[in-house]
């Protein structure tokens, strides 16, 4: 299917941005990122910036509540952006749309970034948010017994991985995984690598330099690159959305085919027409509500809710 039409405005505009341009520069790249994309603001009733205080020192988060008073099922999300860039405020209208399509609460967790915060530090640090929002449950308004994790690109990386070492290490209960275009492996001879390569704002040359932010000299294993885990039986249900013109789509779509040989109840929606980052396009491109139409439907059926009016 040829890309959505839609998307040819933005990916004239990104190509001429010399931030999304080799060479890459980690500061360009932020302050670039401090324009997200004009898009609309679903109504939450009750958005607050909290701190969990954490084994790993205090975290800020941004708590997303639709009814406040009521103990609600909670969503921790992680933002992408390479694991180098992206904020709590990037991805601000996604978890506003996903805590209002699904009617319950969500945390996005603002991790520290490469490189000045090499792997595994974000992942400790999630991993410790996870535990102290469960702790802190009454005062976010939350069920500590019903909690999923998710994220887009570097974001479902972490959330991935994060359910890998609760699965093997303990921790909280995580009733589902919401992968979104999720890095996966850093197996750049992957089809999509070459067949988007260029063109697609994220680029195949882009993805291998946020790997080596992320990593440094280290190698990578299976909690940076949780395909490469021996098995991953006993995980949490998961959905994975990947997108048509996009360097991840082929590792999504293998880790997702992963997941159901081991067992795991999975979703899989390849989206057509699309790129990276389309989700968080609402308004832009009907695609993304359908993207979370998605999330929130799969998410009230692990918490055992009925389904939204």
């Known amino acids: 299917m040829p890309i959505d039409p839609a998307l040819a405005p933005l990916l004239d505009m990104m190509s001429a941005l010399p931030h999304m341009n080799p060479p890459f520069d980690v500061t360009a790249l932020r302050l670039g990122d401090e324009q997200p994309m004009p898009v609309p603001k679903a109504e939450v009733a009750e958005v607050r910036d909290v701190t969990l205080d954490t084994s790993a020192g205090p975290v800020a988060a941004r708590l997303y509540h639709p009814q406040p008073g009521t103990m609600l099922p909670l969503l921790v999300f992680l933002h992408g952006g390479g694991w180098v860039f992206g904020t709590i405020e990037t991805h601000d209208p996604l978890c506003r749309a996903i805590a209002a399509a699904a009617e319950i609460a969500v945390l996005s967790i603002d991790y520290p970034r490469s490189p000045e915060h090499r792997y595994p530090?974000?992942?400790?640090?999630?991993?410790?948010?996870?535990?102290?929002?469960?702790?802190?449950?009454?005062?976010?308004?939350?069920?500590?017994?019903?909690?999923?994790?998710?994220?887009?690109?570097?974001?479902?990386?972490?959330?991935?991985?994060?359910?890998?070492?609760?699965?093997?290490?303990?921790?909280?209960?995580?009733?589902?995984?919401?992968?979104?275009?999720?890095?996966?492996?850093?197996?750049?001879?992957?089809?999509?690598?070459?067949?988007?390569?260029?063109?697609?704002?994220?680029?195949?040359?882009?993805?291998?330099?946020?790997?080596?932010?992320?990593?440094?000299?280290?190698?990578?294993?299976?909690?940076?690159?949780?395909?490469?885990?021996?098995?991953?039986?006993?995980?949490?249900?998961?959905?994975?959305?990947?997108?048509?013109?996009?360097?991840?789509?082929?590792?999504?779509?293998?880790?997702?085919?992963?997941?159901?040989?081991?067992?795991?109840?999975?979703?899989?929606?390849?989206?057509?027409?699309?790129?990276?980052?389309?989700?968080?396009?609402?308004?832009?491109?009907?695609?993304?509500d359908v993207a979370v139409g998605t999330a929130a439907r799969n998410l009230r059926a692990a918490f055992g809710m009925t389904p939204a009016a």
């Open 121 to 288: 530090t974000a992942l400790d640090t999630v991993r410790a948010a996870i535990v102290a929002a469960a702790a802190q449950a009454d005062t976010l308004g939350i069920d500590a017994n019903r909690i999923a994790v998710g994220g887009d690109s570097a974001g479902g990386n972490l959330s991935a991985a994060l359910c890998l070492a609760t699965r093997d290490a303990g921790g909280p209960p995580i009733a589902h995984q919401l992968l979104l275009y999720p890095v996966i492996d850093n197996d750049f001879t992957r089809a999509s690598y070459a067949e988007n390569a260029t063109g697609y704002m994220l680029s195949s040359e882009m993805m291998q330099w946020f790997w080596a932010q992320y990593l440094g000299d280290q190698a990578v294993d299976a909690l940076s690159a949780p395909i490469r885990a021996d098995s991953l039986a006993g995980l949490p249900s998961a959905t994975v959305i990947t997108a048509e013109f996009d360097p991840l789509r082929d590792e999504g779509a293998a880790y997702a085919a992963r997941l159901k040989a081991d067992g795991v109840a999975v979703t899989h929606d390849h989206v057509p027409g699309v790129i990276h980052g389309f989700a968080s396009m609402l308004g832009m491109l009907p695609q993304a």
